[in-house]
């Protein structure tokens, strides 16, 4: 005979804690019906599988055993049986069979619920009126999302504001964000403030940027931006993008366009779409920073793939038409479909403009063996011209040395001066550089520098997907110094490393 195994609830106290006089017994010993259970289990049956993780949960029937009840619990979840589901929640809540992990606990929660669970829901309303913080969030949740029960967001504001006035700076931060979507700036205020003066970096964020904008609360634009600053510092990608703001407009801080650029760099390798656009356009613009096409391409690329298609389509046709820019992306379009002499067209017009990337992509068509008239010598002594101050123009010229195409090949010489351009921060020799010191190719072989130039490109947003294959695996062996961390190695793998210049130039 199957029974269904209930989560009991929520909070650590109504885990499963009492042992039954069975706790002891074995399988051997037990009766048919429970041997015919665990018959059912391992041949896959979900509703068996969830049972007996209940067994070595509880250690009824079976010696108690966290690690077990999870295996087979995640067994079952993964057919699809909601109860195993929330079950396995209850783990990551308690720590049980794995390490603790609220956020994980969660979601298995209100994945729980979401797929039918109407008892785990009703449990935790049960909770959370008796005042259990982390019941109220979940039912706060499930009314926000419309998970297991229509959307309502007054009743997503009760639960909250429950958990809130507990103290719970989770609840704070997120009532704020709750009640500053519904357009109650004031009373959203309020709840950040004390989020922030709990520490909470996020609530510490929206409480300096309201400060700043004047949002819900009279405009104190330097301690907002004192505030702000605290948060950028501390890692949070959205205050760094920010920050960026503030130095670029003089908000709150002393106008620095060099710390604005710094700042929207940290942001966009950390994937903020705003910062990657707006760094676009400093190196376009040339604002805090030399001018760079390569770099604008690159960042305008990135943008693309996070919503800015439009806002770049009208820059190319209605704003900057006709302009160095737009002659240097339909350059790079045109050598990419090996148009070589459409190319040196358009990239004489950047060179005549003043702008090194013209002279630099000039080069590169010269040297191009493909090019009916390429000239070996003469694409070198143009990237020379430039390399002192180029990042790029070091990174092919390394590439040519390296490959001997038209020079004699040239190891030491090819890292010099990948060397250089990693040290000006360029991506691609930072990635190149590192496989070179991965693979003991030129160089004398190293993990540890390898990793090095890894986490620097890795950082800045432009790894790429060999090098993030490599990095992987560094963290999967735990070479170059670092621990072996799996979960490290696949979060890495499942980044998008993908250059995305050539879906840009569709647009040129």
């Given at each position: 005979?199957r029974?269904?195994?209930y989560?009991?609830?929520?909070?650590?106290?109504?885990?499963?804690?009492?042992?039954?006089?069975?706790?002891?017994?074995?399988?051997?010993?037990?009766?048919d019906?429970?041997?015919?259970?665990?018959?059912?289990?391992?041949?896959?049956d979900?509703?068996?599988?969830?049972?007996?993780?209940?067994?070595?949960?509880?250690g009824?029937h079976?010696?108690?055993?966290?690690?077990e009840?999870?295996?087979?619990?995640?067994?079952?979840?993964?057919?699809?049986?909601?109860?195993?589901?929330?079950?396995m929640?209850l783990?990551y809540?308690t720590?049980?069979?794995?390490g603790?992990?609220?956020?994980?606990?969660?979601?298995?929660y209100?994945?729980?619920i979401?797929?039918?669970?109407?008892?785990?829901?009703?449990?935790?309303v049960?909770?959370?009126?008796?005042?259990?913080?982390?019941?109220?969030?979940?039912?706060?949740?499930?009314?926000?999302?419309?998970?297991?029960?229509?959307?309502?967001?007054?009743?997503?504001?009760?639960?909250?504001?429950?958990?809130?006035?507990?103290?719970?700076?989770?609840a704070?931060?997120d009532?704020?964000?709750?009640?500053?979507?519904?357009?109650?700036?004031?009373?959203?205020f309020?709840w950040?403030?004390?989020?922030?003066?709990?520490?909470?970096?996020?609530?510490?964020?929206?409480?300096?940027?309201?400060?700043?904008?004047?949002?819900?609360?009279?405009?104190?634009?330097k301690?907002?931006a004192?505030?702000?600053?605290?948060?950028?510092?501390?890692?949070?990608?959205?205050?760094?993008?920010?920050?960026?703001?503030?130095?670029?407009?003089?908000?709150?801080?002393?106008?620095?366009?060099?710390?604005?650029?710094?700042?929207?760099?940290?942001?966009?390798?950390?994937?903020?779409?705003n910062?990657?656009?707006?760094l676009?356009?400093?190196?376009?613009e040339g604002?805090?920073?030399?001018?760079?096409?390569?770099?604008?391409?690159y960042w305008?690329?990135?943008?693309?793939?996070?919503?800015?298609?439009?806002?770049f389509?009208?820059?190319?046709?209605?704003?900057?038409?006709?302009?160095?820019?737009v002659a240097?992306l339909?350059?790079?379009?045109?050598?990419?479909?090996k148009d070589?002499?459409?190319?040196?067209?358009?990239?004489?017009?950047?060179?005549?403009?003043?702008?090194?990337?013209?002279?630099?992509?000039?080069?590169?068509?010269?040297?191009?063996?493909?090019?009916?008239?390429?000239?070996?010598?003469?694409?070198i002594?143009?990237?020379?011209?430039?390399?002192?101050?180029?990042?790029?123009?070091?990174?092919l010229?390394?590439?040519?040395?390296?490959?001997?195409?038209?020079?004699?090949?040239?190891?030491?010489?090819?890292?010099?001066?990948?060397?250089?351009?990693?040290?000006?921060?360029?991506?691609a020799?930072?990635?190149?550089?590192?496989?070179?010191?991965f693979?003991?190719?030129?160089?004398e072989?190293?993990y540890?520098?390898?990793?090095?130039?890894?986490?620097?490109?890795?950082?800045?947003?432009?790894?790429?997907?060999?090098a993030a294959?490599?990095y992987?695996?560094?963290?999967?062996?735990?070479?170059g110094g670092?621990?072996?961390?799996?979960?490290?190695?696949e979060?890495?793998?499942?980044?998008?490393?993908?250059?995305?210049?050539?879906?840009?130039?569709?647009?040129?």
């Amino acid at each position: 005979m199957r029974k269904r195994l209930y989560v009991l609830g929520i909070a650590i106290s109504l885990a499963f804690c009492l042992i039954d006089v069975y706790a002891q017994q074995t399988i051997e010993e037990a009766t048919d019906s429970i041997k015919n259970i665990m018959a059912l289990a391992k041949k896959g049956d979900a509703v068996a599988q969830n049972e007996v993780g209940g067994w070595y949960y509880r250690g009824r029937h079976v010696r108690q055993n966290y690690e077990e009840a999870l295996q087979w619990w995640s067994k079952s979840a993964k057919q699809g049986n909601v109860e195993a589901i929330g079950n396995m929640g209850l783990c990551y809540q308690t720590g049980h069979g794995v390490g603790a992990d609220s956020l994980r606990a969660v979601k298995l929660y209100q994945r729980s619920i979401k797929d039918g669970n109407k008892a785990l829901f009703n449990q935790n309303v049960n909770l959370a009126e008796k005042g259990n913080v982390f019941s109220n969030m979940l039912i706060a949740s499930c009314f926000q999302n419309g998970f297991g029960v229509a959307k309502d967001l007054d009743k997503a504001e009760q639960y909250l504001t429950n958990a809130a006035n507990r103290n719970c700076v989770t609840a704070q931060r997120d009532l704020g964000l709750l009640l500053l979507n519904g357009k109650r700036s004031r009373e959203a205020f309020q709840w950040f403030k004390k989020g922030a003066s709990s520490g909470d970096i996020s609530s510490t964020f929206y409480y300096g940027k309201m400060l700043v904008e004047g949002l819900g609360v009279k405009a104190a634009k330097k301690e907002g931006a004192n505030y702000l600053l605290k948060t950028a510092e501390a890692g949070f990608p959205q205050a760094m993008y920010y920050i960026g703001n503030c130095y670029m407009d003089g908000e709150g801080l002393t106008r620095n366009a060099e710390q604005a650029i710094k700042w929207y760099k940290s942001a966009a390798g950390k994937g903020v779409p705003n910062a990657q656009w707006k760094l676009a356009q400093c190196y376009r613009e040339g604002i805090g920073t030399d001018i760079n096409f390569d770099q604008a391409l690159y960042w305008y690329a990135e943008s693309l793939q996070k919503g800015y298609s439009r806002a770049f389509r009208q820059l190319i046709v209605d704003s900057i038409s006709g302009s160095p820019f737009v002659a240097y992306l339909k350059g790079v379009k045109a050598y990419t479909n090996k148009d070589f002499e459409t190319a040196l067209k358009e990239f004489k017009i950047v060179e005549k403009a003043k702008i090194a990337d013209g002279k630099v992509m000039e080069a590169a068509v010269i040297a191009n063996p493909n090019y009916a008239k390429h000239n070996i010598k003469k694409g070198i002594k143009l990237l020379d011209d430039v390399s002192k101050t180029n990042a790029l123009a070091m990174y092919l010229l390394g590439a040519l040395y390296e490959a001997g195409k038209g020079v004699n090949k040239d190891m030491k010489v090819a890292v010099a001066y990948m060397t250089k351009a990693a040290d000006m921060g360029y991506g691609a020799a930072e990635c190149a550089l590192a496989d070179m010191y991965f693979e003991g190719r030129g160089v004398e072989q190293s993990y540890q520098k390898a990793v090095a130039l890894y986490e620097k490109a890795n950082a800045q947003g432009q790894l790429n997907e060999n090098a993030a294959k490599r990095y992987a695996s560094c963290y999967e062996n735990g070479w170059g110094g670092l621990e072996k961390d799996s979960v490290k190695a696949e979060e890495i793998l499942k980044t998008d490393c993908k250059n995305h210049v050539s879906e840009i130039l569709k647009l040129v």
